[in-house]
Every structure is written in C-alpha cells, then in structure tokens.
C-alpha cells in the first residue's frame, strides 16, 4: 500500500542519578534562598488557578512568560521547578494538580534543572511514576532535554493549548525515495534522531553508525526552501505551515549495504536511480555497454523481460544536465546492447535487478552526495563540473571525463563560508580553507544549490 508501518517512539536514555536519599525536603533545607522569592510561585498559582489571573492576561500569557523567564535567566531554573513541584504535591484539587503537572511537563522538555537540583526532581518524578502519567512524560521529556538540549523556540500558542487539552501526539508523512510515505505519531518534543531511529529500524537498519548516515530534509513549497534537519531539532519547532513537507534520503555510504529488506531496497534503488537520471553520478553519455546494462537492470525491475522501444529507453538513460555542454549519446547503440544484457540477466526478479543496479552499477560518483559547480576560481579545474561529497572527501570530477580533478580530505577542512552571488540573478558560492598552517590554500565554487550542502 506503499506506506511504512510506524513503531511506538522510544526514547534513549541517558543516565541520571536516582539514590533513594535525594528528597525535595532535604534539597530546600540546604537551598533556603529559593523560599524568599515570591513572584515566580504566584505567577504558576495564577496559571494552574488557585488564584485569580492578572487583568489583561490569560492562562497563555502566564505559561509562556514562566517557561520564557526560564530561558532567559538560568539561575532562576531551580526556583521554578520548586515551586511547580511544591504545587503538585499534596494538592486538594486534582483538577488545578493536573495543570500543575501539565507544566512540570512542559518545563522538563524544555530547560533543565541545575546539577545541584537534578537528582532530586529525577528521584520525585521516578516516586511519581507509577501514580501519574504526566510524571512519566516528564521524566522522558527531561531525559531528551539532558541528551539534545532541551526546545529551545516554545511551542506555538495552538500547540501549547493542545498540550494543555492533553493533545500531544499528531500524525506526520516522511516522504521516501520512490515514492513510499512513512507514516510516524509524533510528540510535543520528539527530535529528528528519533524519527530517524524508527525509520531505519522499518528498513532493517539496527548499526548506529549506518543509522547516522540518514537525514531528514525540510521542503517548503516546490523545493522553495531545502535544507537538511540536524538530529537534536524538535520537529514541532519547524514542521509548521501547509506547505512544508518532511523527506528522508541517505547521506552517507561509508558502513557496508545489506539487501535483507525490501523497504531498504526499494528505498536505495529509487535513490540512486533518481541521481543517476539527473546525471549526477558522473557517468560519460559514451559509455554505451554500461549505459544498456543499467537500462536492462530497470527493466528487469519492472518486471519486464522484453526489449523496450527506443522511445521508451530513453527514460532510462541519463538526461542531459544543465551543467553539462557537450553530451552526445548513440541511443541506437545502446539499444542493441541492452538485448544482449537482457538476454545475460534472464531470469532476474525485480528485487535481484534493483539489488544490481545498487551494488554493481561502477558509477563514478556513487557514495557521494553530489552538487553542480558552475565555476571554479582555480582556472586548472574544470567549469562546469560536479562537487561529491562523503564522510571523508570532497572531490571535483570533471563530468565529461568523469576525470577526478581535485580531493579535499575533510579532516584537513579548516574553514567553510558561505559566499553572496557574484551578480544579483547569480548563484551563492563555497569558500573552503584547508591546508595545513605551513601551507594554507583556498578555493571557492560557485554552487546553485549551496544552501542544501551540510558537511557530515
């Protein structure tokens, strides 16, 4: 039905210290200042409604302005979490309880206590536990807060007022290569890592070194805006408007390709597939016997044995790009190949053609992801050409040679800026320092699509 079944999210813990001797009421006997403050406890005692709300001010002004105030000043953290504590234990009304733990939620995921403090609201919440969901979820949304940082752009008011109804889960699309739409349930502080995790464990993805070399992307409009999710992002922080939708792709090719399910296959060939079409995968337009045997391995994957029409081979063979100048190619010819190489690969299914495809294409660039350079300041290299990248390398091919013109290890990377087009309708350049401090050289591209470039 083309879509991925979604697991329940997980959260991967971090350690924190949970001796059964950390209580709240010894914490306050050796932190007696926090009692002198009276500002912060009567601004939550509005919020939850123990006492009347300021004139001109509603439940959302209260909220925002406690968890603001907790961004901003550091040192008043601790006061705030005494107080939301102090309000929830023991309270009569379990109404007005429950929106005290509904911000003791929001609070956790998004600022930390301080060290001093940490052990004891761990340990309150740990005791909470089996007594009060919200417990649970502020214990996970503070391990998050521990591991990624905490969210640090609030939640809009429509979603805080959802977190406050309860509403904390909403439905979500990934769009994978070929077409499948992963379907997940995401949370008020669910981090891209997480969606990531899932992802790659419905493809069969269990190394935590392959998992990293996936990412999401960011598409708003038609490819108006691209850019690649760092793992430690709230999805709810950007995933917001109409218009924005949420892709993954792979990266990274460093950790060995294993063809045991058929959602990573299926996922990989549509991906390599796409790239190899667009021309960036650095294959000349002359190689006319790898040209039929990659033609005959996607008709093989439609499960179609039959030797297609001309006009029908050609949305198999590479386009020509528009960095390109010079792009010949005998379709005749490599019509008349591709015979011989349906004939040698009789009997392949759909799965054995794609797996082909992946594993045995020889394709200059495969590995890499890979940007179009229109010019080079070095007038040694080639303009056009095409700029891959990898976990190691950044490497310049010239795309009608497939000649490799010039091999930047990224460990030797001292600096990467980012350039303002040379002339008002043109492209964004690359500025790359690298070089060791006895021999320090420079170099800049010119790259349509520099904003989407993320180095692993």
């Known amino acids: 039905d083309n879509s991925a079944t979604s697991l329940s999210p997980s959260v991967a813990y971090v350690a924190l210290p949970t001796d059964s001797d950390y209580t709240m009421q010894e914490f306050r006997w050796h932190q007696p200042w926090l009692t002198m403050h009276l500002v912060l406890p009567t601004a939550l005692m509005q919020f939850m409604g123990d006492l009347?709300?300021?004139?001109?001010?509603?439940?959302?002004d209260l909220l925002y302005g406690l968890l603001k105030l907790c961004q901003e000043k550091e040192d008043l953290r601790d006061e705030v979490y005494c107080q939301a504590i102090k309000q929830v234990t023991g309270h009569p009304r379990p109404k007005l309880c429950t929106r005290g733990w509904r911000f003791l939620s929001l609070l956790t995921g998004c600022?930390?206590?301080?060290?001093?403090?940490?052990?004891?609201?761990?340990?309150f919440l740990q005791d909470w536990g089996p007594h009060q969901e919200l417990a649970q979820s502020s214990q996970e949304h503070l391990q998050r807060t521990v591991k990624y940082g905490g969210r640090r752009r609030l939640p809009s008011p429509g979603e805080m007022q959802a977190f406050l109804k309860g509403q904390v889960v909403h439905l979500v699309l990934i769009h994978l290569p070929g077409g499948v739409d992963y379907k997940t349930n995401i949370r008020t502080f669910t981090v891209?890592?997480?969606?990531?995790e899932e992802l790659?464990?419905?493809?069969?993805?269990?190394?935590?070194?392959?998992?990293?070399?996936?990412?999401?992307?960011?598409?708003?409009?038609?490819?108006?805006?691209?850019?690649?999710?760092?793992?430690?992002?709230y999805l709810n922080s950007v995933l917001g408007g109409p218009d924005v939708s949420l892709h993954s792709r792979r990266l990274g090719w460093e950790t060995r390709l294993h063809f045991d399910n058929p959602t990573y296959i299926s996922t990989h060939y549509s991906q390599v597939l796409r790239d190899y079409l667009q021309g960036k995968l650095g294959l000349s337009p002359q190689e006319d016997t790898r040209l039929a045997r990659l033609a005959a391995l996607q008709q093989l994957s439609r499960n179609k044995e039959e030797p297609p029409s001309e006009q029908d081979l050609l949305a198999y063979l590479p386009r020509k790009p528009q960095w390109q100048q010079q792009w010949q190619m005998n379709v005749a010819t490599v019509k008349s190949l591709m015979g011989r190489e349906l004939r040698q690969l009789q009997g392949y299914s759909s799965q054995e053609a794609q797996i082909s495809?992946?594993?045995?294409?020889?394709?200059?660039?495969?590995?890499?992801?890979?940007?179009?350079?229109?010019?080079?300041?070095?007038?040694?290299?080639?303009?056009?050409?095409l700029l891959g990248l990898n976990r190691q390398h950044l490497v310049l091919v010239d795309p009608?040679?497939?000649?490799?013109?010039?091999?930047?290890?990224?460990?030797?990377?001292?600096?990467?800026?980012?350039?303002?087009?040379?002339?008002?309708?043109?492209s964004p350049g690359l500025e790359l320092n690298y070089g060791s401090a006895d021999n320090p050289q420079t170099i800049w591209f010119e790259l349509p699509q520099v904003g989407g470039l993320r180095v692993p």
């Open 111 to 123: 600022v930390p206590p301080s060290n001093t403090l940490m052990p004891y609201v761990t340990k």
């Open 192 to 196: 891209a890592a997480e969606v990531l």
């Open 52 to 60: 009347s709300k300021p004139r001109g001010k509603n439940e959302l």
């Open 200 to 233: 790659c464990r419905q493809m069969g993805i269990t190394d935590p070194q392959e998992v990293q070399e996936f990412a999401l992307f960011l598409i708003k409009g038609d490819s108006e805006l691209v850019r690649p999710l760092w793992p430690q992002e």
């Open 400 to 426: 009608s040679s497939q000649e490799l013109c010039c091999s930047i290890a990224l460990r030797d990377l001292q600096r990467l800026h980012l350039l303002s087009p040379l002339e008002p309708e043109g």
């Open 357 to 385: 495809f992946i594993s045995g294409s020889g394709l200059p660039l495969f590995g890499f992801t890979v940007y179009p350079v229109q010019r080079v300041s070095s007038p040694a290299l080639p303009s056009p050409g």
